[in-house]
């Protein structure tokens, strides 16, 4: 889980998933890029683009700043049918919280909480602010000559926790898409005077600041690190065992986790306990799967979790994502199917270990929506093709490569530097535009492309290569 110290942050969350399955409106970015709201189903215009910035709708109200050529920016909040609720007056906002929201107001620039209706509940004297979480507690802070100290208020704007600590971490990102979550099994983790340690709700410092790392806590174990390494602890602090590793990469699902002291990789689990040897130089434990990734020496295969071999150590290599910290992420066999290189080709294997695809390209990356792309060398140049989980070869090798699958399409390129275009397949490997364009963006909406042309400006197509007028987004990668 990614933790960030925190600072004022205003959440954009453009097409989140836990908004728009409980909205029909959601935002959409028209001409001069301006936003506005769309029914998510029709397509229908509802509010017209005329925002500067727009957040999705939560509980009701979106925040909007109206387009205007006056600076600073001003927010404010508005419903469903475009009806301004509470003035544009903010020069930040934030979502309503159980029932507040965390706003700073323009000319002192401090926070404080207004309701639904626009009323101030707890006055703007706060340097930085967050949204109350479920316990009814807001994360806020205040100046001092010598630093900025966080601590917690309650909703009638009351001290629960003293402003006395130089950070509180938690998780920014699921703050953004769910609610605020400050406490982990009823401890959140406070930085003071450069060391970590964890406090509950009322204050108290139930673990003193002494880590120089530390993790949330999940099932009554955080992994922590003093100045002689990483170990995990229990909710009383107590260190689960004597020994120190140069890192513990995070436990999966099944409570285990990969540890590596000098290079050496093997697992621990949640008591503390080495369950499999310090003995592999190279390592990686996927959340969903039973088997792990290793390397032994120069050679590369697969145990279990009981440390038993079940793919031999026989190839030459595989993607270990050792420094994954989030280990659900990824995992090593997509769509079944995982790419490993024996002597100088890559091709694929089951998790039996059986040879599904030969060995047979210069370079393979992961099956997504059952194809992946393969590479050879023409001399000193680079093609790629697409094949399907047969080994099928759905293209020739002839793009200089090919995108991930978004939203049914793959993005594909033809040429470098200035020769370069742009084009894109379907999953079938077929050319549903041409590899013509300066650039190429995929779009919210399946078959329609964002697209420029040499001295054009952009314009969208859709696959039957036929200009559209669209109020789309382009997604963010451009290949």
């Known amino acids: 889980m990614k933790k960030i110290f925190i600072g004022f942050v205003l959440f954009l969350v453009l097409n989140n998933p836990f908004y728009l399955k409980a909205q029909n409106l959601i935002p959409f970015q028209g001409e001069k890029e301006l936003y506005g709201f769309k029914n998510k189903n029709t397509g229908e215009i509802v509010i017209p683009a005329k925002y500067m910035y727009a957040t999705p709708f939560r509980d009701g109200l979106a925040g909007v700043a109206p387009a205007t050529e006056e ?3 001003k927010w404010g909040y508005i419903d469903e049918s475009g009806k301004e609720v509470i003035p544009a007056q903010y020069a930040d906002i934030n979502y309503f919280q159980q029932g507040l929201a965390a706003v700073r107001d323009l000319k002192s620039y401090k926070s404080g909480f207004i309701n639904r209706k626009g009323e101030t509940v707890i006055p703007f004297q706060f340097d930085d602010a967050f949204g109350f979480d479920e316990n009814g507690l807001a994360l806020v802070s205040k100046l001092t000559p010598e630093a900025e100290l966080w ?6 704007g ?5 402003l006395a600590y130089d950070g509180i971490v938690f998780d920014q990102e699921e703050a953004a898409v769910n609610r605020p979550v400050y406490f982990y099994e009823g401890l959140a983790l406070f930085n003071k005077n450069g060391k970590l340690g964890y406090l509950d709700k009322t204050g108290a410092e139930k673990i003193p600041a002494q880590f120089r790392e530390a993790g949330m806590f999940d099932k009554g174990v955080a992994i922590v690190a003093d100045e002689e390494g990483f170990f995990p602890i229990d909710v009383s602090g107590k260190a689960l065992t004597s020994k120190r590793y140069d890192r513990i990469v995070g436990y999966t699902k099944s409570g285990l986790s990969v540890a590596v002291k000098n290079d050496q990789y093997g697992v621990i689990n949640k008591k503390g306990k080495e369950v499999i040897p310090l003995k592999y130089n ?3 434990m996927p959340e969903e799967e039973d088997l792990i990734a290793v390397k032994s020496g120069e ?7 009981k440390g038993e071999m079940v793919i031999p ?4 290599f595989i993607y270990l994502n050792e420094y994954d910290f989030n280990p659900g ?11 490993v290189k024996k002597g100088e080709k890559f091709g694929y294997i089951d998790a039996s270990g059986k040879t599904i695809i030969p060995f047979k390209y210069d370079g393979a990356m992961d099956f997504k929506n059952g194809v992946a792309q393969v590479l050879l060398y023409k001399g000193d140049e680079r093609f790629w093709a697409l094949v399907d989980k047969t080994g099928k070869e759905l293209t ?9 699958p978004d939203n049914g399409y793959l993005v594909v390129t033809i040429g470098h530097g200035d020769a370069e275009r742009y084009g894109a397949i379907n999953l079938k490997g077929k050319e549903v535009v041409p590899v013509k364009y300066r650039s190429l963006y995929t779009t919210d909406d399946p078959g329609v492309f964002r697209v420029k042309g040499d001295g054009e400006n952009e314009f969208y197509i859709n696959q039957k290569r036929e200009r559209v007028a669209k109020d789309l987004k382009a997604n963010q990668s451009e290949i």
Do not use: R
Request: some cysteine.
């Open 158 to 162: 009351e001290v629960v926790v003293p």
């Open 71 to 73: 600076t600073p920016l």
């Open 282 to 284: 190279g390592m990686h």
């Open 313 to 316: 150590l026989e190839y030459d």
């Open 329 to 339: 992420e990824l995992t090593q066999f997509h769509d079944g199917l995982c790419a």
């Open 299 to 305: 050679k590369y295969g697969f145990i279990n979790h």
């Open 396 to 404: 020739p090798f002839k793009y200089s490569f090919i995108q991930d």
């Open 151 to 156: 601590g917690f208020i309650n909703k009638k």
